[in-house]
């Protein structure tokens, strides 16, 4: 499992009380980004972190300026479901000067947005429309073109705060098509739903707005079976 911080919405204060639920939570790796924030932002929230956790931080990026290079990894998404070249090659090449000079790890990353039943700001910000939840197909054959291109990881994303987290017959079907790992995040918000995702064959769940809302929610994650 793996939690999203969002350097828009994070506290700096409250860092390292957060941290000490995310470590009791067993998530293994603490994303950041979401949001579209200045830069220095981005990187106070990572060295805040740095001090109270050795867990990866990896970059979720909503565009080229939330690089940090304090950070461990990039998740280097492309926008595969929409047809905006902005998210699908432009702000890759804006990044690259940060990445020239960074030590990042770079994980090319296709991004699906698949319709998690209200409008989420990826589909704001990008001006792109999620694919829809009963094109299958459509969806199995964008994460396996990700694959072919190269990307080295598939994200299926129902949208922050969505109302349906992305559904487990979608997952699997993804999932026996490509042969790289397959994220999955977007309105998970209760054991049940992360347990479905999981055994739907999501190789890492995302929880972000979760987390934020209620952080009673660490304890429940940290007494089931490991994820
Ligand atoms: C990361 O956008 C998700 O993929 C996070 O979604 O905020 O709904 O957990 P939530």
């Known amino acids: 499992m793996a939690v999203l911080l969002d350097p828009d ?12 639920q995310i470590h009791s939570s067993g998530a293994t790796h603490i994303f950041v980004g979401g949001s579209s924030v200045p830069r220095q932002q981005t990187q106070q929230l990572v060295l805040e972190i740095k001090k109270y956790s050795e867990l990866p931080v990896v970059l979720f990026p909503g ?25 699908l090659i432009e702000q890759h090449v804006r990044a690259i000067p940060q990445l020239l000079s960074a030590g990042l790890e770079v994980i ?14 990826v589909e704001r ?10 094109d299958i197909e ?17 994200y299926l ?4 705060g969505a109302l349906h987290p992305i559904a487990p017959k979608i997952i699997q079907a993804v999932k026996e098509c490509v042969d790289i790992p397959v994220i999955v995040g977007g309105g998970i918000s ?10 739907a064959g999501a190789d890492m769940v995302v929880l972000g ?13 940290q007494q089931q079976e490991s994820f």
Do not use: C, W
């Not at 565009?63 to 998210?87: C, H, K, M, W």
């Not at 459509?138 to 598939?154: D, F, N, P, Q, R």
């Not at 707005?209 to 994650?221: C, D, H, Y």
């Open 209 to 221: 707005t979760a987390l934020e809302q209620n952080t009673g929610i660490f304890k429940p994650f």
């Open 63 to 87: 565009d080229a300026t939330q690089i940090s290079q304090v950070a461990d990894g990039l998740l280097f998404l492309s926008l595969l479901s929409g047809r905006n070249p902005e998210y």
């Open 108 to 121: 090319p990353t296709g991004y699906l947005l698949i319709d998690g039943g209200s409008e989420s700001s």
């Open 138 to 154: 459509k969806i199995v054959h964008t994460a396996k073109a990700g694959e072919l291109l190269g990307m080295k990881l598939i």
């Open 190 to 199: 209760n054991k049940t739903q992360m347990k479905a995702a999981r055994s």
């Open 157 to 160: 994303e129902a949208g922050s």
């Open 9 to 20: 919405k994070e506290a700096i204060e409250t860092v390292e009380l957060k941290m000490k």
């Open 125 to 134: 910000v990008s001006g792109t429309l999620p694919m829809k939840t009963d």
